[in-house]
């Protein structure tokens, strides 16, 4: 069904002002005329859908290539299209011509490059060439357009969704606001400089391009053939592209001013951590380290161990120092432990200079360059961290210049403490640093032969042990976050509670729906859930519908207090594409399944080519509200029931029109309900 537009602001779940609601019904209401439109005739200048899929599908046929250029684009608008050309399945053309293309559910809060996390190909985006995006957004407009880099992920090629987002400021208008831009890490500075000169309209040879790090000339980058990784360029970090003076001249220094609002480095291998504030801290030592760019887990992992006493002196005093051994194959050539000795010097400075924090740019790269694994800007476990750094301070400091060999240590029925002791002696044989001397345990290891009985007991050395945080049981629950709506009869009023529940690990819905009636006090037996995006819902568990495959990142569970559950849950026919679970019959109840969508509408001008015309641009919004209405009605009864549901005191039957909708929440033809017919529905309301 249809309201008319609502102001801003306001939300059709808590009554809405008159707006467009639309109510889906599996063509529920009969009509005799046929009012829908023809999706194979096209306005003037404008291809028929049959000559879209075609120029479409001559492209479509690829793989990933590394160093191919590929462009995202909204599952959702892609399916909707795909349904309006025919083009999975080659079929006739069906539903709706889309709006324009909108990605941006795809890019992150506040972002114009940037995707949000954990978004999946098929689920929120498919890949189209260079071409095929030309050609949709020629047709559609809309965007923004999210270009993406294949490159070579071990043997295969995949396309790099999360490259690096750098903030683009130039020398000429530094009080603009940056251009954020999106490139591969693996990029060199030469294509960063064609990206920025394309975007800013300079000529490369009259610009020079600076790693602007804390708003200051900080690093010149003059290899065009160096990747920024290698430059030490981070997630989000400030870049500057440097114009020439009206006298035809660079004038930008690197920026070595020490002291207030300054920055001050120390080298380690010519890899600088940077001071970011220079302001006293509350005692010594409380230095914040700044994020480059999800790394919150290296930083707390250092934290920890600029708090740990015995091993922050040895590192900030600068005794590590003689103990360096270049020479060990395992370790770093020193180059690990002069990185984390210098920010151990930063943090912890012998003089009274001023820090207060700290942006460990140095520290990054050499925990890259020690272990790729480290080298981009991925989430990780901190004590993963923790537990290579441990051990390549400890190879980089390691005593032994030739280890010997060293067969294993047998108890032979001889105390534990003996054991202990002669296997301890014959590890540092091997295995001798400051390191072990602070951070070294050992493991009891007890094997008892199911044969013969033998006992054999051994002593194994250890750094770091993890330590479960949670419950056994805790482990096993599964946590889900869901929208309770429900209609608070006293108030006169739908009430929206955001809820987190828990329940077992692989639990089916029902249990869900059992742990949402005891948080809410709603019986069991009137809630029914489902699943929605983009103000539609395209999915409805029964009890025992599977919840392992929901993801709740782009979409969100949503509940509602009905009185008929088991009607909404029940599907006249499954669809293919997000299928619902079909009942064997329709519920056995006097009343029908109904689901209020609300839809704005408003006219835009779109240009093909030369030609320009008006199209209705029609959306859905807000949340559905889900009601039980008698099957034996009018459309009049039907009108007033759904005045009644949004408020009477608000909406009365004048102010809104009615449309039937499919399964897809879109309008199954062009003919408003008669608010005025008295008349019967003939045979009644479906089930649904």
Not at 571 to 577: I, K, M, T
């Amino acid at each position: 069904m249809a309201l008319p537009n609502p102001p801003d602001g306001d939300d059709p779940t808590l009554p809405p002002s008159p707006g467009k609601p639309m109510l889906q019904r599996n063509d529920s209401l009969e009509r005799d005329d046929d009012g829908a439109d023809d999706p194979g005739t096209a306005p003037e200048g404008q291809l028929t859908p049959e000559e879209e899929r075609e120029k479409i599908k001559a492209l479509h046929d690829f793989d990933i290539q590394a160093g191919a250029m590929y462009y995202l684009v909204d599952a959702a608008w892609w399916l909707m299209w795909s349904d309006y050309v025919g083009f999975e399945d080659g079929s006739e053309a069906r539903g709706s011509r889309p709006n324009e293309i909108d990605n941006s559910s795809l890019l992150a809060p506040g972002s114009t490059a940037k995707l949000r996390p954990y978004i999946n190909e098929g689920r929120d985006h498919v890949f189209v060439l260079h071409d095929e995006w030309e050609l949709l957004r020629s047709w559609y407009g809309g965007g923004p357009a999210l270009p993406r880099r294949g490159i070579t992920q071990g043997s295969t090629a995949v396309v790099e969704l999360y490259g690096l987002t750098l903030k683009v400021y130039r020398s000429s208008d530094l009080s603009a606001a940056p251009v954020e831009m999106n490139i591969s890490k693996a990029a060199t500075v030469r294509e960063l400089k064609e990206m920025a000169c394309k975007e800013f309209g300079v000529v490369g040879a009259e610009v020079k391009i600076w790693d602007y790090f804390q708003k200051k000339p900080y690093a010149l980058l003059d290899t065009p053939s160096k990747q920024l990784e290698q430059c030490q360029i981070m997630e989000n970090n400030d870049m500057l592209v440097e114009e020439k003076d009206a006298e035809g001249k660079f004038n930008l220094k690197k920026n070595e001013g020490v002291g207030v609002g300054g920055s001050s480095t120390y080298s380690s291998g010519g890899n600088q951590n940077v001071v970011t504030s220079t302001a006293p801290p509350s005692q010594k030592g409380v230095v914040g380290l700044q994020n480059l760019g999800n790394t919150c887990f290296m930083n707390s992992t250092l934290q920890c161990l600029s708090n740990t006493p015995p091993l922050r002196e040895f590192f900030a005093s600068g005794d590590y120092e003689a103990e360096i051994n270049n020479d060990n194959p395992l370790g770093h050539e020193g180059k690990l432990a002069g990185s984390f000795g210098s920010l151990m010097k930063m943090m912890w400075p012998q003089g009274d200079e001023a820090i207060s924090a700290v942006a460990p740019r140095g520290f990054k790269y050499q925990m890259g360059t020690s272990n790729p694994m480290f080298a981009g800007f991925q989430q990780h476990d901190s004590s993963e961290l923790m537990n290579f750094l441990l051990d390549g301070l400890h190879e980089d400091l390691n005593r032994i210049q030739d280890k010997p060999y060293v067969e294993s240590t047998e108890s032979d029925g001889r105390p534990d403490d003996v054991v202990a002791k002669e296997a301890m002696d014959n590890y540092k044989l091997r295995n001798d640093s400051q390191i072990h001397d602070l951070f070294r345990g050992q493991f009891k290891s007890t094997l008892v032969c199911p044969s013969c009985g033998n006992v054999s007991i051994t002593f194994d050395p250890y750094t770091m042990i993890s330590l479960p945080l949670r419950t056994a049981q805790e482990e096993m629950q599964q946590s889900y976050s869901v929208k309770m709506v429900y209609y608070d009869a006293a108030d006169s009023k739908w009430v929206k509670n955001n809820l987190t529940v828990s329940i077992p690990k692989g639990a089916e819905a029902g249990q869900l729906r059992a742990a949402l009636s005891t948080a809410t006090s709603i019986p069991v037996e009137r809630i029914v859930i489902g699943q929605i995006l983009r103000s539609y819902i395209y999915k409805f568990f029964d009890d025992s519908a599977s919840l392992d495959f929901v993801k709740t990142g782009t979409s969100t569970i949503i509940a509602y207090d009905v009185e008929y559950p088991k009607a909404f849950e029940y599907d006249e026919q499954p669809r293919s594409a997000y299928s619902r679970r079909a009942a064997a019959e329709p519920p056995k109840v006097d009343k029908a399944a109904m689901v209020l969508y609300f839809r704005k509408e408003e006219s835009v001008t779109s240009t093909y080519i030369t030609s320009s015309y008006n199209r209705t641009m029609k959306a859905l919004y807000g949340d559905p509200l889900l009601f039980c209405h008698p099957k034996e009605t009018s459309p009049n009864e039907l009108y007033n029931a759904i005045a009644d549901l949004l408020g009477k005191d608000k909406v009365n039957p004048e102010m809104f029109q009615i449309r039937v909708a499919d399964a897809f929440g879109k309008p199954t033809d062009n003919h408003v309900v008669d608010r005025a017919d008295m008349k019967p529905v003939t045979h009644g309301l479906k089930p649904k």
